[in-house]
């Protein structure tokens, strides 16, 4: 790798932390795109090389979230506990499919996100009660769905988790989101361990990003917990609008 493609990655970390630490996702769901578009990856190659700056961006931002609002480790065993189950499953199975079936369904997967995210800006309250609705033993099944899809496309798992804690459960943006990052970290570690042993991880491009997203998480964390409730989910949407637009491209 040369000196100018090094400074690129480390800069396109920096910004794909922020982004992990604002949205509480770690910053893969744009680095996938980003990474097939720029830098011309395929779809499965993509996938493992973002998570490369995923892990540990979801370690740093679960630590901060943690920090403002404190993650009860009950909560947290049980969602990391079914997520890694399924995350190692899924990776097995994502590892084989065909590049162009595995990049579309991608893009639905992310259009159909941002439609929920956005019907419930109509039809939701914008606010968390802080409490929780149900109870936390039905974060076994969510763990275990949201493990899954994110075993399936490297990164995503987090980004379910969030609107059904805040929508089902009653759980604030910034709880729901720190609650994610728990339900992300084994089940992105398992994949990632999965993907990088049949061959689909470029560690020379990961590494770098890994570095920028660890330096810059932090603003994005600390910018979530500054902005106001619905303009953080309305951002969130676009994100997702974005991300899918950006690999549809590809």
Excluded at 43 to 63: E, H, I, S
Excluded at 236 to 249: N, P, Q, R, V
């Amino acid at each position: 790798m040369n000196p100018f493609d090094l400074i690129l990655n480390l800069v396109l970390g920096l910004i794909l932390g922020t982004l992990g630490g604002l949205f509480g996702i770690g910053g893969g769901l744009i680095a996938i795109p980003a990474l097939g578009i720029l830098f011309g990856l395929d779809q499965q190659l993509a996938q493992g090389t973002a998570l490369v700056m995923v892990v540990p961006n979801v370690v740093l931002a679960l630590w901060r979230y943690h920090q403002r609002n404190r993650i009860d480790p009950r909560h947290a065993l049980l969602l990391g506990a079914s997520s890694f189950a399924c995350a190692w499953l899924a990776s097995l199975y994502a590892v084989g499919l065909d590049v162009r079936t595995m990049r579309w369904a991608f893009v639905v997967f992310l259009l159909v996100l941002a439609a929920y995210n956005l019907a419930r800006l109509r039809l939701a309250p914008t606010t968390g009660a802080g409490g929780l609705r149900h109870h936390w033993g039905w974060f076994a099944p969510l763990g275990g769905v949201s493990g899954a899809l994110g075993g399936l496309f490297g990164v995503g798992g987090a980004v379910v988790a969030t609107p059904v804690l805040t929508s089902l459960f009653g759980a604030s943006q910034v709880v729901a989101q720190g609650l994610s990052l728990s339900l992300a970290l084994p089940g992105t570690a398992v994949t990632l361990l999965t993907y990088a042993l049949y061959g689909h991880v470029n560690w020379w491009m990961g590494v770098p990003l890994a570095l920028g997203g660890l330096l810059s998480i932090s603003w994005g964390v600390r910018l979530a917990h500054a902005l106001p409730e619905r303009l953080l989910r309305v951002l969130f949407c676009a994100f997702l609008l974005l991300c899918a637009g950006l690999l549809g491209l590809k």
